[in-house]
């Protein structure tokens, strides 16, 4: 069972200090937020924060008013390697900016908690392929790794529908995010090593 994170939110003078808490890491660091920050968030649905060398998304769910913070927590190694984890939590929206706003008021709520929402179901897969599709389809094995590269890599929040149609290349697929009506991440679901045996083949995302 995946472990449910929750989200804290605390004010410290012009910025919203977040943290994250869960049964297993505990309570996270603080991660300094502005804001005008949140501001942008209304008016672009998506804004990005940087305390290098982490990295802080935001992106407003239009389809079920809801909000995902995505923390890509990182540390810098001498050797220039970078390393570290990713938290994605969804939360409601409209709590949340409540909490921003009044929270700028004198006798404002100074701090905020929510659970993160449980995680939804991947985007729709829309197969627009007639030749590459039947051919794995007439293939249990090749079936299997598609399907099991599909269910991996395609969880991305907010994306209404993964459109799926024949690339070039034997067995392979492009594809094309939809989001709230607009075009999203484009590119191509490739079968690579299919020129010997089929055992050894395998499915890469690239984008």
């Known amino acids: 069972m995946n472990e449910r994170i929750m989200l804290k939110i605390s004010t410290s003078a012009e910025f919203l200090v977040l943290h994250t808490y869960s049964g297993s890491r505990k309570l996270s660091h603080g991660f300094y937020v502005d804001r005008d920050k949140f501001w942008e968030l209304e008016r672009n649905g998506f804004a990005a924060v940087f305390d290098r060398p982490s990295v802080l998304t935001i992106r407003v769910n239009s389809r079920n008013n809801t909000v995902t913070f995505t923390f890509s927590w990182l540390n810098r190694f001498d050797s220039g390697e970078l390393h570290g984890r990713e938290e994605t939590i969804t939360v409601p929206e409209a709590p949340l900016m409540e909490f921003v706003r009044r929270s700028e008021e004198m006798d404002g709520p100074k701090q ?78 490739i079968l690579h090593n299919y020129d010997g045996d089929l055992k050894t083949a395998y499915y890469g995302v690239h984008t």
């Open 112 to 189: 905020w908690a929510a659970l993160a929402l449980p995680a939804p179901r991947g985007p729709r897969l829309v197969f627009r392929s007639r030749k590459n599709l039947k051919a794995v389809a007439g293939n249990r094995m090749l079936f299997r790794k598609l399907r099991k590269e599909l269910d991996s890599h395609f969880r991305w929040p907010g994306a209404d529908e993964i459109i799926l149609y024949d690339d070039f290349a034997p067995y392979s697929f492009g594809f094309e995010e939809r989001r709230n009506g607009s075009r999203g991440i484009c590119g191509g679901v």
